[in-house]
C-alpha cells in the first residue's frame, strides 16, 4: 500500500504483492529449465533431425531466457517481501525490477514463435519425445504470456493516473491562489470515479434493462462506492491483509471478555411475552420467510429429496386455483412453497413473482394455526434485488405519532412502498381480512426481505394496530433512531451469530475501514506472512498471533503525511473518522445519517468455543440485544454463513424442540440441542 505506479499509472496491486505469485512462477519456472537442461544434455547437443539447427538454438536460447526470467523473479520476490504494508521504502527498487521483468517477455515471446515454427515445419524425423517436451514448452510458453495479459487486465486500475503527491508547505498567499486548481481537481477526479463506478455497474447488471430507473440506481449506487474508495489509496490485498488482523484482533477481544449477563425478558416486550414465546413465534415465521425463496432454496435445503417432489408438480397448471403474478411459468416457485409451509392451494390469497429493482416478491396466506394473515416477502435472489440493497443512502420517511427524524434506506423504502400499495390500494389485505375478519395481521421476511417487512409494518401500524412484525437477518443501516425506537413495540428482529448483514451499514463500513487502516499501519510484520498466516488461522484455528504491534519509532499522526517513494495512507482527510488513533464508535460521526436495526432484536449464539468439528455438538442460546450491540462489523468465516435462511431456520428450530439435523455445513453443525 498503496498502489504500485509503472508504466505512468497507478496499479491495482502494491509493491508487496509480488511475492507469492513470484514464488510461484519461480517454482514453474525453475522446473521448466531443469527439463529444457535435461533434455539438452542428454543428447548432449547433437540432434539427428531435420532441423537440428533450429532446435539447438531454439533450446540454447531457452536456456538463457529461463536463466534470466529466473533471476528477475529471485530479485523481485526478495524485494517485494521486504518492508512492511506502510513502509514501502525497501521496496523502492521493485518499478525498476516490474521494467526489467517486463522486458524479458520480449525474447520469451520471440523463442516461442521459434519453437512453434519448428514443431510445425521442422520436427519430422525427431525424436518423438523432444517434440513432445518442446510442444509442451512451446504452449506452456503461451498459456504464461496468456495469464500474464489476463493478470494486466485484472489489476488495471481506470483512476489509476498518478495522484499528485501533497506539496511542500508554501506561504498562505500562494495556498490561497492554488486552492481553486486543488478544488477543481478533486472535483474531477470524483466525476471520473462515479463513472468509471456506473460503468462497472452496467458491465455486471449487462443482462438487465437500460431504462430509467437502473440508470438512477446506478448513479446512486456509484456515487456511494466513488465516495467511500476516494479518501484512501488501498489496494485488495491490503483490504485482506487488514481483515486477517482485524478477525485475529476481535477473536482475542472476545476470549478475554467476561461472559455477558443473559436477560430473560425484554426490556419492552409487553406483560406475559417472555423469550421462549418469542422464539416458538419467530420459528414458525421463518418457516414462511425461507419459503418465500421458492424452489432455489428448498433444493438447496433437500438436496436429495426436493428434485423428486417438485418434479411431478412444476409443469402441472394451476392458473385457475391462485392468484399468481409473473416468474413462476412452470409453477415450481408455489409448489416449493406448498411443500415448504404446509398450506393448501385455498390458503393463498396473492402471490407474486414479479422482480424489479425496487419491487420484490411476496405473498399473502392464511396462516390457520397461528390464526393470522400473513405477509411473507422475499430475500435478495436475484441482480435487481442486489440493486435494490446497494441503494443505501437516506430517504425521507414521516410516520403520523413519531417525534424525531423518520429516515429509511432508500431501496428497501420504495420495496415496501411498491408491496404496500398492492396490499392496500389493489384490495388484497381486505380480500384476505373478508375471509378471516378475526384474523392479525403478520408480516415476516429474511435479509432484504426482512428489512422491507419491518419498513412495511411501520407503513401498516396505524391501520392495523395488532400486526407483528418477525424480521430476520435484516440490514443493519435500516431506520433512524426514531422509527427504530418506534418499531419495538411491534417489529422482532432476528439475528444468529456473527451474521454480517444486520451490522452493515455505512458508517459501520467507514469504522471498518479506519480500524483497518489502523492495524495495518501499527503491523511490523510484512503482508505475505500476515496473508499466508491469516490463512492457516481461517483454515485450522488456533491462538491469534499477535500481529499489531506499534512500528519503531513511528507516530500514528505522521501516517498522514507522504511515504517514503510512494504516496500517503490518506489521499484526502476524511470525516467519516476523526483519526487513526481514534476506537469511537463511527456513531459520533456526522458524515452518514445512521440507521439501526429495526425492532426488540434477538441474538442468537453458540455456546461453547467458536471453533469444532462437524460432527460435534452445538448448544444455542437465545438472548435479548440492543441495536448499539451492532454497530461494529465483526470479522469471521461464518459471517456470510450464519446469514443464510436455512441456517437461521435451523437454529430457531433446534431452540423450540428436541429434534436432530443431519445436514453438517463446514461453519454449522449435526446435531443439535436447544438452551436459553
Not at 86 to 112: H, Q
Not at 345 to 368: C, G, K, T
Not at 581 to 607: C, K, M, N, Q, V
Request: net charge negative; hydrophobic share 40%; glycine share 6%.
Amino acid at each position: 500500500m498503496p498502489g504500485l505506479v509503472v508504466f505512468g499509472r497507478r496499479w491495482g496491486i502494491a509493491s508487496d504483492d509480488l511475492v507469492l505469485p513470484g514464488c510461484f512462477e519461480l517454482f514453474v519456472r525453475v522446473l521448466w529449465w531443469i527439463g529444457t537442461m535435461i533434455l539438452y544434455t542428454y543428447h548432449k547437443g547433437h540432434f539427428d533431425c531435420n532441423g537440428k539447427g533450429v532446435l539447438h538454438s531454439y533450446l540454447v536460447g531457452l536456456l538463457v531466457v529461463l536463466a534470466l526470467i529466473i533471476l528477475s523473479l529471485l530479485a523481485i520476490v526478495y524485494v517485494s517481501a521486504r518492508g512492511t504494508i506502510t513502509n514501502p521504502g525497501p521496496r523502492r527498487s521493485i518499478p525498476a525490477l516490474v521494467y526489467l521483468r517486463a522486458l524479458l517477455y520480449l525474447p520469451e515471446l520471440v523463442w516461442a514463435c521459434l519453437g512453434a515454427v519448428w514443431v510445425s515445419d521442422d520436427s519430422q524425423g525427431c525424436d518423438p519425445a523432444t517434440v513432445v517436451a518442446v510442444i509442451a514448452a512451446v504452449v506452456a510458453s503461451w498459456i504464461i504470456l496468456l495469464f500474464t495479459a489476463v493478470g494486466v487486465v485484472f489489476v488495471f486500475d481506470p483512476l489509476g493516473n498518478p495522484r499528485p503527491q501533497p506539496a511542500a508547505m508554501e506561504p498562505l498567499g500562494v495556498q490561497d491562489m492554488q486552492s481553486n486548481e486543488g478544488a477543481q481537481f478533486l472535483f474531477t477526479a470524483r466525476s471520473l470515479a462515479v463513472k468509471v463506478w456506473e460503468s462497472r455497474l452496467r458491465l455486471l447488471c449487462c443482462c438487465l434493462p437500460q431504462d430509467e430507473s437502473h440508470r438512477a440506481a446506478f448513479s446512486s449506487i456509484a456515487q456511494l462506492f466513488s465516495g467511500f474508495f476516494s479518501d484512501t489509496d488501498l489496494v485488495p490485498s491490503d483490504i485482506a491483509a487488514g481483515l486477517a488482523l482485524l478477525h485475529q484482533e476481535q477473536d482475542k477481544m472476545e476470549q478475554s471478555r467476561d461472559p455477558e449477563v443473559i436477560i430473560d425478558h425484554s426490556p419492552s416486550s409487553p406483560v406475559g411475552e417472555d423469550l421462549e414465546t418469542e422464539l416458538e413465534k419467530a420459528a414458525h415465521c421463518m418457516q414462511f420467510a425461507a419459503a418465500a425463496y421458492g424452489w432455489p432454496l428448498y433444493i438447496y435445503s433437500n438436496l436429495l429429496t426436493a428434485p423428486c417432489k417438485l418434479s411431478g408438480d412444476c409443469c402441472r397448471s394451476r392458473a385457475g386455483e391462485y392468484d399468481i403474478v409473473g416468474g413462476d411459468h412452470l409453477g415450481c416457485h408455489f409448489s416449493s412453497i406448498l411443500l415448504s409451509t404446509g398450506l393448501q392451494y385455498r390458503d393463498f390469497i396473492y402471490v407474486s413473482f414479479h422482480n424489479q429493482i425496487y419491487e420484490i416478491p411476496f405473498f399473502v396466506a392464511l396462516d390457520h394455526k397461528r390464526e393470522a394473515v400473513l405477509v411473507a416477502v422475499r430475500g435478495t435472489l436475484s441482480l435487481k434485488d442486489v440493486l435494490t440493497d446497494l441503494s443505501a443512502e437516506c430517504e425521507n420517511l414521516p410516520v403520523e405519532g413519531v417525534s424525531g427524524a423518520c429516515y429509511a434506506h432508500k431501496g428497501i423504502c420504495q420495496a415496501a412502498s411498491y408491496i404496500y400499495k398492492k396490499l392496500v390500494n389493489d384490495g388484497i389485505l381486505n380480500q384476505a381480512f373478508n375471509i378471516a375478519p378475526e384474523y392479525k395481521l403478520v408480516i415476516t421476511g429474511h435479509s432484504l426481505g426482512a428489512g422491507t417487512a419491518s419498513v412495511l409494518a411501520v407503513l401498516l401500524r396505524s391501520s392495523f394496530p395488532t400486526l407483528q412484525c418477525y424480521s430476520f437477518s435484516p440490514p443493519g443501516g435500516l431506520l433512524s433512531k426514531a422509527l427504530a425506537d418506534y418499531s419495538k413495540d411491534f417489529v422482532v428482529s432476528v439475528v444468529l451469530g456473527k451474521d454480517l448483514v444486520p451490522r452493515l451499514s455505512i458508517p459501520n463500513m467507514e469504522d471498518l475501514k479506519r480500524k483497518i487502516l489502523k492495524i495495518v499501519s501499527n503491523c511490523s510484520k510484512p503482508k505475505y506472512r500476515i496473508l499466508l498466516q491469516g490463512c492457516w488461522y481461517e483454515l485450522f484455528g488456533g491462538d491469534p498471533d499477535d500481529f499489531p504491534t506499534e512500528m519503531d519509532d513511528r507516530r500514528e499522526e505522521e501516517l498522514s503525511q507522504p511515504l517514503l517513494g510512494e504516496e500517503s495512507l490518506m489521499i484526502r482527510h476524511s470525516s467519516s473518522y476523526q483519526s487513526l488513533a481514534s476506537d469511537d464508535s463511527p456513531a459520533h460521526t456526522a458524515a452518514h445519517l445512521p440507521l439501526f436495526l429495526p425492532g426488540r432484536i434477538l441474538h442468537i449464539t453458540e455456546d461453547g468455543p467458536s471453533r469444532r468439528s462437524c460432527f460435534s455438538q452445538v448448544r444455542y442460546r437465545a438472548d435479548w440485544s440492543n441495536e448499539m450491540a451492532f454497530r461494529s462489523i465483526l470479522i469471521s468465516p461464518r459471517m456470510l454463513a450464519d446469514h443464510m435462511p436455512d441456517a437461521v431456520l435451523r437454529a430457531l428450530s433446534s431452540l423450540t424442540t428436541d429434534r436432530p439435523f443431519s445436514l453438517c455445513p463446514s461453519s454449522l453443525n449435526n446435531s443439535q440441542h436447544n438452551t436459553i
